[in-house]
Structure formats: structure tokens, C-alpha cells
């Protein structure tokens, strides 16, 4: 079993920054390590992941080179930087892991699905305004 909390988000003005924060207490490291968003009337979708044993790392299209997803391994804490923040990427983001038991090529290839992912944290509001 794996327990996420977030913490982080809030409120800021287009082209300002965030980070998000999630910490897991968990005797296993889950492998796939991600973060997903959600605004109102819209699925769910993945914003960045982390395979952690190797530190290779994904993005989606809408916020490369804008996001910048990283870990803590001592201290269990999966982390999203979000810089030039833009009205779109108002939403309820979300932290998400698994234990990763299907593998790298599962995960380089599945990682935006969050089907893929078992455990899920609170969620957290951010909001742009522009």
C-alpha cells in the first residue's frame, strides 16, 4: 500500500511559478512516479512521470519545457516545478504512483493513461489567472 499526500498549489498570475509536492510513506518505492491534472467538464490527463529507479522522465506536449518533474529519494518526495504558468493549465492536479511491476517499456509507453497508476493523491487546486 502506498499513501500519497500533496502539498503545494494556490493561486498565481500567467508567467508566474508553482511547485507542487507529494510525499509517500510506503515500505515498497513505487517505480512509475507521476502527476496528472484535471479542470472541470475534462478527463483527467497526464502531465509528467518519472521512472524512478532511472530518473528518465516524460512530458506531455502542453507543458514541455515549461514543467520539470523531479524526486527526493531519501526523502520519498516526488516533485512538479511549473514555471510560465498559463491560463490552460488552471486544474486539480494530481500525484500518482505504482509499484512499475509491467515495466519500462509499459511505462514509456502508457504513463498518460491513469489507469496505469493504482495509488492517487488528495488533489490540489491551482489556478492561473491571466
Known amino acids: 500500500q502506498v499513501q500519497l499526500v500533496q502539498s503545494g498549489g494556490g493561486s498565481v498570475e500567467a508567467g508566474g511559478s508553482l511547485t507542487l509536492s507529494c510525499g509517500r510513506s510506503?515500505?515498497?518505492?513505487?517505480?512509475?512516479l507521476a502527476w496528472f491534472r484535471q479542470a472541470p467538464g475534462k478527463e483527467r490527463e497526464g502531465v509528467a512521470t518519472?521512472?524512478?529507479?532511472?530518473?528518465?522522465?516524460r512530458y506531455a506536449d502542453s507543458v514541455q519545457g515549461r514543467f520539470t518533474i523531479s524526486q527526493d529519494i531519501i526523502k520519498n518526495v516526488v516533485f512538479l516545478q511549473m514555471n510560465s504558468l498559463k491560463p490552460d493549465d488552471t486544474a486539480t492536479y494530481y500525484c500518482?504512483?505504482?509499484?512499475?511491476?509491467?515495466?519500462?517499456?509499459?511505462?514509456?509507453?502508457?504513463?498518460?493513461?491513469?489507469?496505469?497508476?493504482?495509488?492517487w493523491g488528495q488533489g490540489t487546486q491551482v489556478t492561473v489567472s491571466s
Open positions: 500518482a504512483a505504482d509499484s512499475g511491476w509491467r515495466g519500462y517499456a509499459y511505462w514509456d509507453t502508457k504513463w498518460k493513461l491513469p489507469e496505469t497508476f493504482t495509488y
Open positions: 510506503s515500505v515498497n518505492r513505487p517505480k512509475y
Open positions: 518519472i521512472y524512478a529507479t532511472s530518473n528518465a522522465t
